[in-house]
């Protein structure tokens, strides 16, 4: 914890000793009071503390689950652990204890998750979990959102985001009380304004029929990321769209047909890759795994350890990765798809997108360490490394821990 003190100037012939005498006194009253309650996060026995518990089954409900650890977060005094670190922490420490009974708690996470469909609803639009180890997860309403209410009372909810590696106008269907309960974010149209102000205003021309009109200020949007060179201020924008033209999947695999447009997926049919996966299952969507993989340790190691990093995280995010730098594999058990070889790129005014990639460092027949990555702009990256051991001829994450951040 750190304290301001205002230091001001005072006549030495104006203060008595006395007066100094108790200042110190105070100033030290103070100190001690404040390293006590500082310690309180760290004693108290409400907060056991993940890296050294040795209790499984709570270790693995805080793993399976963002709800319990969002919970168990909330329960400690001072704690600052972003939930979706919490599980990690957690699935991985299971792997650390290495009993029967932790391995096999590991092995029911993994199971449990890894069956998840990617376009699943019943989201918030008040937690956006962000899959990068150098981001925290947003606990606020996006920025730049837009509302309307249907005839039933139904909140039609607007915003600008980049799940899907470049910037786009998203809807949402929310209740009628807040933001808690919302049907999944879908694209509507592409997103020019990311690095400027602008004002914008939605208007119902009946039924499901809405106009959505974007008037860009000249002035930059400071949390933008643009270059130092002023960019030119775009056009002012007019989008007329109608619900369910936004929500159409003709091949009803749970993508739009409008999303499978952007992620390269074909709208016609549910496994675009034909490597028998629903596309709602498919993680990598667009990468049909020879069978030998399924039988190729370098593989496996891999997916567990994309697994342990991006799949707790409950991001929507997709990931951009490419194969000339990371293995192409089928990834499974995240809630996002992963995207090979993919032209999206950052432009001239800012990154998009979530980049990243992984490559096995140190391998043996027992032991295996992988480095995994992230970008989204030069300095909004980082590192970290995963440890796993075969145990009983399976693979198991073990250890995790940040390399480096920028």
């Known amino acids: 914890m750190f304290v301001d003190v205002a230091l001001y100037e005072v006549s030495t012939t104006r203060v008595t000793r006395t007066a100094a ?73 299971l ?3 290495a009993t029967p009974e932790s391995l096999r708690a590991q092995k029911r996470v993994a199971a449990l998750l890894r069956g998840r469909p990617l376009t699943r ?17 947003s606990p606020d309403p996006p920025v730049g959102l837009l509302e309307t209410r249907l005839g039933n009372g139904e909140r ?27 049907a999944r974010p879908v694209p509507v149209a592409p997103w020019s304004f990311s690095y400027v102000k602008s004002e914008a205003s939605l208007k119902q021309l009946g039924g499901q029929h809405f106009r959505l009109r974007i008037e860009p200020l000249s002035e930059l949007d400071p949390y933008a990321r ?18 369910s033209d936004v929500e159409r999947d003709t091949d009803g695999d749970g993508w739009t047909d409008i999303e499978e447009g952007l992620l390269g997926l074909d709208p016609l049919r549910s496994d675009s890759d034909g ?21 190729d340790a370098d593989v496996v190691i891999l997916q567990q350890a994309i697994f342990a990093v991006f799949g707790l995280s409950e991001s929507r995010y997709a990931l951009i990765a490419s194969d000339k730098v990371s293995r192409r594999l089928q990834v499974w058990g995240l809630t996002a798809p992963v995207l090979f070889n ?14 990243v990639g992984w490559k096995i460092v140190a391998r043996t027949d027992v032991e295996a360490i992988v480095e995994i990555w992230d970008s989204e702009a030069p300095q909004m990256a980082g590192g970290q490394e995963v440890r796993l051991r075969r145990i ?5 994450v073990v250890g995790r821990w940040i390399k480096w951040l920028a």
Not at 342 to 355: I, T, Y
């Open 342 to 355: 993919r032209p999206f790129r950052s432009d001239a005014f800012g990154g998009f997108g979530v980049f």
């Open 226 to 243: 643009f270059p130092v060179r002023s960019p030119p201020t775009p056009p002012a924008e007019t989008h007329d769209f109608v619900i």
């Open 156 to 182: 039609l909810v607007i915003f600008p985001d980049d799940f899907l590696g470049q910037p786009e106008l998203f809807l949402m269907r929310c209740d009628q009380i807040g933001y808690a309960s919302c």
């Open 392 to 396: 009983n001829a399976e693979w198991f």
């Open 275 to 295: 490597d028998g996966l629903d596309d709602r299952h498919d993680c990598s969507p667009l990468y049909a795994a020879p069978a030998s993989d399924a039988l």
């Open 121 to 137: 609803t019943g989201v918030s639009i008040v937690s956006r979990p962000h899959p990068s180890v150098h981001s925290g997860d």
């Open 21 to 93: 005498f108790l200042w110190h006194v105070g100033l030290a009253l103070i100190t001690v009071a404040l390293v006590a309650i500082s310690l309180i996060g760290v004693i108290d026995d409400d907060s056991p503390r993940i890296a050294t518990s040795k209790n499984v089954a709570w270790l693995e409900q805080i793993a399976a689950s963002l709800e319990v650890a969002r919970e168990v977060r909330t329960s400690w005094t001072r704690s600052t652990v972003v939930p979706k670190y919490a599980r990690i922490d957690a699935y991985v420490r």
């Open 95 to 97: 792997g650390e204890l």
